[in-house]
């Protein structure tokens, strides 16, 4: 039934997110559209409910009630950005909006928004670390929680994974085409190209 009811959340969420922005962009009712994307959370909130009752009701705790709060979390941590992503995407596209901002290749500009995706990412694994803990601690020490901390510790490896990719970002920044040899003319002491 979990697993149900986590994918009934992943297609709502699209229904949801595809109708708010007909709303906003075809309909022209803005408002109507921001109301049904704000809709969304509700989501989130019905599965964990439902994941707590079923729990409650002594289900033995096992990968699907993981999945439940992995799907929570990362929903917390990315589905903003997700749902911010599209609606630039569709506003540029059927409503004659500016182009979506695409983010930076090179240089510092480019470590920087690696950090920033990694919070988000971080945002979702520690929402998820936080709902599988409360839900070991729910369970209690009589229940088999091996499931549990099977997901948690694959939250600490997403983190890790994010933490390890913004920070070659940062150590090694990407430079952008042509820099990389003018820098080395330069600390040859060979002059450049006459400009």
Known sequence: ???????????????????????????????????????????????????????????????????????????????HSTIRWVDAHVAHRFAGGPPPVKPPKYGMARAVHEWRVAGRWTLAAVTALALLQAAVWYVGGDGDVASLRSWQRTMLLVVGINVVIAASYTVFPKRGPGRGAEQERDTKGVPGPPG
């Open 1 to 79: 039934m979990i697993v149900t009811l986590i994918v009934l959340c992943e297609t709502a969420f699209w229904v949801l997110l595809a109708a708010g922005l007909a709303l906003r962009y075809v309909a022209k009712k803005p408002r109507l559209g921001g109301a049904v994307l704000l809709c969304e959370p509700l989501l989130e909130v019905v599965l964990l409910v439902v994941t707590a009752v079923d729990l409650k009701n002594g289900a033995a705790p096992d990968w699907k009630h993981g999945l439940a709060a992995v799907y929570i979390g990362f929903t917390v941590g990315l589905g």
